[in-house]
């Protein structure tokens, strides 16, 4: 090994051990950060079938009806998820959300199973709808502040990678077989949904 | 198979057994959405009554083809999950025993001589018996559970169990299949005379 070469390489290793040197705490707790809240609105979504279901549903509504409406979907509906929470967020917890997300699983399992072919504009309409709704009951009770603002936001941004994942599926299907398929799952989002209500009923 | 539908077959497989793999996540702060899945996917298979009539679902509309083949799959939970609806609010339905029996004697003898009614009367059929099985369903949820997750997890089941049954239903189309499906016809429709004799002993 040449001089120049040995030298050339003991500065490349100096780099990274430099850059170890000088790198600050960790800082793995969420909470140091206030990224902790991003994650609270991130999970609140994947772990609540209540929310999950419905966005979904929607997105595989969107998909079938093709790529424009579905671009219109991805956004329309994490925006307005976004603007139901933090709008909500200031009001007391809202009642009856088991009821509203079970009359949404019936209402747009029912859309998906019938390829309700809807228009641009109906279908802009109605994620607008799901996700102002949704927004308030997830928005509701938790109270103004800057790490409620930061869970909306993780929360919408949930709503966006599904709705963005679950269209992208959809949109390209051509095959007869694979559209009956999407529309069985809307008929299974439906009964569950139906079930919900009996549930609800109980409840109450 | 072409190599490359294998390799996707092989990556989906994969995806499935870990997804099968997992762990509760215990990520919320609701207790027992987990077990309220788990419970609803097994309570529909745990039980041969439910799955011998729904199997026949799938196998009655494979037999009869398009657009029976998936409208009776779809007919069914639909319907069921208004019974189901009815045993969450505690509406007594009598007999559910003896229609769960009857739903497997009478789709697996259709199966058994290929009957070919209108699809309306054939859905009105499945829907029927459908009532009887979703009662059943609603009325057993097992208490402290997650309701909307035991209600997506048995909807599930049935769709997969109907998806079984279809994927039996599809020999149909050979000479050999015939047969060999109205035979399986046969075999659910015993199989539903002995849980009627069970319900009235």
């Known amino acids: 090994m040449t001089g120049t070469r040995a030298s050339s390489m003991r500065a490349r290793a100096l780099v990274p051990l430099g850059l170890a040197l000088v790198c600050g705490p960790a800082q793995a707790h969420l909470n140091a950060t206030g990224m902790g809240p991003i994650y609270d609105g991130l999970l609140h979504f994947l772990t609540s079938p209540e929310d999950l279901v419905p966005a979904l549903a929607l997105a595989l509504l969107a998909g079938l009806r093709g790529a424009t409406c579905a671009k219109r979907t991805m956004f329309t509906l994490p925006a307005a998820w976004l603007l139901g929470t933090v709008g909500a967020s200031t009001a007391t917890a809202a009642n009856g959300g088991s009821f509203a997300a079970a009359l949404w699983f019936v209402l747009l399992g029912a859309l998906v199973l019938a390829d309700a072919k809807l228009s641009l504009r109906a279908m802009t309409m109605l994620a607008a709808l799901v996700g102002l709704a949704h927004g308030y009951l997830n928005g509701s009770g938790m109270g103004l502040s800057s790490n409620s603002i930061v869970a909306a936001l993780g929360l919408a941004a949930a709503v966006f990678v599904c709705v963005v994942l679950a269209a992208a599926i959809v949109v390209p299907l051509r095959s007869r077989w694979a559209r009956i398929v999407v529309r069985v799952l809307g008929s299974w989002i439906a009964a569950s949904g139906i079930l919900m209500i009996g549930w609800s009923l109980r409840g109450s | ?201």
């Open chain 2, 1 to 201: 198979m072409r190599p490359g539908l294998r390799r996707r077959a092989g990556h989906l497989a994969l995806a499935l057994l870990v997804a099968g793999w997992a762990q509760a996540a215990m990520a919320h702060v609701q207790q027992a959405e987990a077990a309220g899945l788990l419970t609803g996917l097994l309570h529909p298979v745990s039980g041969l009554d439910h799955v011998l009539a729904m199997i026949a679902v799938g196998l009655w509309g494979a037999q009869l083809g398009l657009p029976a083949i998936w409208v009776l799959p779809v007919a069914f939970p639909l319907v069921m999950a208004m019974g189901g609806m009815l045993g969450f609010l505690g509406v007594p339905l009598p007999g559910v025993e003896i229609g769960i029996a009857a739903s497997a004697i009478v789709l697996g003898a259709a199966v058994a001589f290929e009957l070919r009614p209108p699809l309306v009367i054939a859905a009105l059929l499945v829907g029927c018996f459908a009532i009887f099985h979703g009662h059943a369903h609603g009325t057993e949820l097992p208490p402290g559970q997650s309701a909307l997750l035991y209600s997506l997890g048995f909807v599930i089941a049935t769709g997969c169990l109907h998806a079984l049954g279809i994927g039996i239903g599809t020999v149909h189309g050979r000479a050999w299949g015939r047969p060999l499906l109205r035979a399986a016809g046969a075999a659910v429709s015993a199989g539903g005379v002995f849980f009627m004799w069970r319900a009235f002993a």
